[in-house]
């Protein structure tokens, strides 16, 4: 058992903030939007990602370096037609999204909610502070944030811990409806296998770290042996690493084929590849034409192109 104190759980978590990946952190700077599609609204397909949870193929993240304006960034995506909200307990942003839900006249059953709990320790406690800062009965998908086994933010793979109490939690929680799906986020090959040992509800999905230029090809492959979803996040890269997208001549190339922006090039790929995608936007110029991917179709000899252009594995940030 744990014997963390509540006031200590919260500082830890909020500590944790600054040891997990910022999930839509930009690459810095996005490139001018294209023209919006027709009707200036987004139509976005759902996938079924569990028995009866159908999610919206991409999502708005709130997180990382624009959490700030998170009730901007819910605002404007749920004027275009989003409907999928990406959050997570260190965030410290939870009650705006809810608040930005509810001024712009949604159903909360018309709402498709991610959130987060910080890692696989105290499941229960940072359960119930996601629904109570949320207001919500129930969370859509709620995802283990990191494989960390404590406040001190260590890796469980090297505290030889698994994160089975944290998973029996999280599978109760869905038992009685409070958790619609449940998955995780930043796991590789070795902190799945020995949660798929014991779990009797087999992640709905993983969320990593996942763009043309970035991409890990064995946690990938892992996850969808095992049918477990991968979502992406930073989608478009991220600052300081993930390549540039925006300027790689070959991505420019396709774009200038089909007429349309790198980023929707990048979007495009990761769907093409049976992906969900979690981005981030302030702007919802840029929301609009970065979601505005399914007016056109990569050819075989395209993907393998981008395919190609990895310039080196996806590092996680625990």
Same mark, same amino acid.
């Given at each position: ?77 749920? &004027? =275009?037609?989003?409907? %999928? +909200? ?11 999204? $809810?608040? @930005? ?76 409806? &409070? =958790?619609?799906?449940? %998955? +995780? ?11 798929? $040992?014991? @779990? ?119």
């Amino acid at each position: 058992m744990e014997s963390f104190s509540s006031r200590k759980m919260m500082a830890s978590a909020v500590a944790l903030a600054v040891a997990i990946t910022l999930h839509g952190c930009g690459g810095g700077g996005s490139p001018p939007a294209p023209p919006p599609p027709p009707g200036g609204k987004l139509h976005l397909p759902l996938r079924e990602i569990a028995p009866g949870v159908n999610m919206p193929v991409i999502s708005i993240g709130v997180g990382g370096l624009e959490s700030k304006e998170a009730a901007t960034i819910v605002a404007n995506w749920m &004027k =275009l037609g989003g409907r %999928g +909200v990406d959050t997570a307990f260190v965030y410290k942003d939870q009650e705006v999204v $809810a608040k @930005a839900i509810k001024d712009a006249g949604m159903d909360r059953k018309d709402v498709f909610i991610t959130s987060k709990i910080p890692g696989c320790f105290n499941a229960s406690f940072f359960v119930e502070q996601d629904l109570k800062q949320l207001g919500t009965d129930y969370i859509d998908l709620l995802l283990i944030h990191s494989p960390v086994c404590n406040d001190d933010f260590q890796n469980c793979s090297a505290l030889k811990w698994d994160c089975s109490a944290t998973w029996v939690a999280l599978e109760s929680y869905l038992a009685v409806g &409070k =958790l619609k799906s449940i %998955g +995780v986020s930043n796991f590789k090959r070795e902190h799945l296998e020995p949660l798929l $040992a014991f @779990a009797h509800v087999v992640p709905a999905v993983n969320q990593v770290q996942l763009n043309v230029l970035e991409h890990d090809d064995d946690t990938i492959a892992f996850s969808k042996a095992h049918n477990i979803i991968i979502e992406a996040y930073s989608p478009l890269g991220r600052g300081n690493h993930s390549g540039d997208i925006a300027g790689n001549k070959q991505i420019q190339h396709i774009a200038s084929v089909y007429n349309v922006s790198t980023y929707q090039i990048a979007m495009r790929w990761l769907f093409q590849h049976g992906h969900i995608i979690t981005f981030q936007s302030t702007s919802q110029a840029h929301q609009l034409a970065d979601a505005d991917i399914f007016g056109f179709n990569l050819t075989a000899g395209e993907m393998q192109m981008l395919d190609d252009l990895r310039d080196h594995p996806a590092a996680y940030i625990m």
